[in-house]
């Protein structure tokens, strides 16, 4: 497994350049650098981030959490982040992981009861017993990305975090071990899962009703009664977040935005986004 580790305590003006490496560690990020973050942002790699201070209320793939640190936030690789507060003595480590990293990673994680927990539960609280070994945990972490006279670096790192989630990390979800998930439950984890994965092509409840083998009414109802929102309005969200990422954070003009979620034209596509926002992509973009 060859990879490419990085350590930095400071933001780089690139982000992409993040992206480049199999594993990016960052920290003391305060509020200043967040605050930025007015629209939402589309993560590409599943990260990390341990707050160690402050109070923070925040979107994650539609659903909103306030939290106050110490806290553990996982956010998967397409998860959307959008902050809507940012207390001033928030203080932060980021750890950013590749595709490739957290897939040797998740390999182990998946076989375990965790997975699941960590999907459910992307925002959980670190115990105060434990603060200091996450405090431990990133004093060494960036020990060993610092160390390029070992050869096996990744290898190292690699079970350096496993030991860490097994360890220690798994204590963040013991409240969560004996939860009882319902069969509604699982049928709106499951509906909310087929959703982000094919929302771009498939706007239509029948579609999702089929892959469950249910009604469109009976799972719009269950959805309805688990999440707070219809079967349709989380369909309509996704794709509404998905164009404001795509208007904010990207050189794709409407047109190609309109094709990129598989609108019949960029006038359907304005008139579906100003129905949902007031605004035409245009006004949005420019706003």
Not at 234 to 252: G, P, T
């Amino acid at each position: 497994m060859q990879l490419g580790l990085h350590y930095n305590i400071n933001l780089p003006e690139d982000l992409t350049s993040i992206l480049a490496q199999d594993f990016w560690m960052l920290e003391n990020i305060g509020p200043a650098v967040l605050s930025t973050l007015c629209e939402p942002v589309k993560f590409a790699a599943t990260s990390w981030i341990i707050m160690f201070n402050g109070s923070c209320r925040a979107d994650i793939n539609l659903v909103s959490y306030e939290f106050s640190g110490p806290t553990l936030i996982t956010i998967k690789s397409n998860q959307v982040l959008q902050p809507t507060y940012i207390s001033p003595d928030f203080n932060a480590t980021v750890i950013v992981m590749s595709k490739r990293f957290s897939d040797n990673m998740f390999m182990f994680v998946n076989s375990s009861p965790l997975a699941g927990m960590t999907l459910r539960h992307p925002v959980v609280s670190i115990p105060h017993d434990i603060v200091d070994k996450f405090h431990s945990f990133v004093r060494d972490t960036s020990d060993i990305v610092a160390d390029n006279s070992n050869p096996y670096g990744p290898q190292a790192l690699l079970y350096h975090m496993l030991d860490f989630i097994y360890g220690t990390a798994y204590k963040c979800y013991e409240p969560y071990h004996g939860e009882v998930i319902t069969r509604q439950g699982r049928m709106s984890d499951q509906f909310l899962t087929l959703v982000q994965q094919n929302f771009r092509k498939e706007r239509f409840l029948d579609f999702y009703a089929n892959k469950l083998e249910v009604t469109a009414k009976h799972l719009s109802r269950t959805v309805k009664k688990q999440t707070g929102f219809t079967a349709v309005e989380w369909i309509e969200r996704f794709v509404i977040l998905e164009a404001k990422v795509l208007l904010k954070s990207s050189n794709l003009n409407i047109q190609q935005i309109s094709d990129e979620l598989n609108f019949p034209s960029q006038s359907f596509f304005g008139k579906y986004f100003k129905k949902q926002t007031g605004l035409s992509p245009k006004e949005f973009r420019n706003q």
